[in-house]
């Protein structure tokens, strides 16, 4: 077990809907990184958080939003629930220090699921 | 083009056999690799990490570096059932995001 977890593990959402997925990282860790991976696909990048500050973005759209807290923990926010928002959303955490980032370690995910 | 590519399989071993799981990447820029195995429905876990060409051994897994060729490779040895997973391949470089490839799944036969 990594240490970090992620709430709900499930969660069935309505088109147009909105939905927030929670994290906590990893004891000692100060970066989250969240990921969307879809069925028989990796995990793609959609942003990163250090030290509350959003620290690097993919190719997401802004209805895809987050939050770092002060104790190190994060939330996904996606606004306006489309069909193809249906996948696992992956938290990572990991240590970042003046000599770069080390590996990340991750949750076990919320299945969401876009009617 | 993709920063990393991993053939996909699917590819089934019987008990006892040796894996050789392979990923490609673009930028020689890239200095960080890592292998992941993913069980159905769970989150990945990291297998292996390292940063340089050659090769990293733990227990029955190797990693294997290739700079030259921006080649990756995880071999597993008298492989097992409970080796069944998709693994995933992800690359990285300082200041940057995680690139993951798409996955091999693996089953291994009793």
């Known amino acids: 077990e990594t240490g970090v977890t992620q709430s709900p593990t499930h969660l069935i959402k309505t088109r147009g809907q909105q939905v927030t997925l929670r994290c906590s990282s990893q004891?000692?860790?100060?970066?989250v990184s969240w990921y969307q991976q879809a069925l028989g696909q990796g995990p793609q990048f959609i942003f990163q958080?250090?030290?509350?500050?959003?620290?690097g973005r993919g190719n997401f759209p802004p209805r895809f939003s987050g939050l770092q807290f002060p104790n190190y923990s994060s939330e996904l926010n996606v606004n306006a629930l489309e069909l193809d928002d249906s996948a696992l959303y992956l938290c990572?955490?990991?240590?970042?220090?003046?000599?770069?980032?080390?590996?990340?370690?991750f949750g076990p995910g919320t299945r969401l699921l876009v009617l | 083009q993709k920063e990393v590519e991993q053939d996909p399989g699917p590819l089934s071993v019987p008990e006892g056999a040796i894996v050789s799981l392979n990923c490609t990447y673009s930028n020689s820029a890239f200095q960080y690799f890592m292998w992941y195995r993913q069980y159905s429905r769970k989150g990945p876990e990291l297998l292996m990490y390292t940063y340089s060409s050659g090769n990293k051994e733990d227990g029955r897994f190797t990693a294997q570096v290739d700079k030259s060729s921006k080649y990756i490779s995880l071999f597993i040895r008298d492989s097992q059932p409970s080796d069944s997973a998709t693994y995933l391949c992800a690359i990285t470089r300082p200041g940057r995001q995680f690139y993951f490839g798409t996955g091999t799944s693996l089953t291994v036969i009793p």
């Open positions: 958080y250090y030290r509350e500050e959003e620290n």
């Open positions: 004891s000692g860790h100060n970066t």
């Open positions: 990572a955490s990991s240590l970042s220090t003046s000599g770069g980032q080390e590996t990340q370690y």
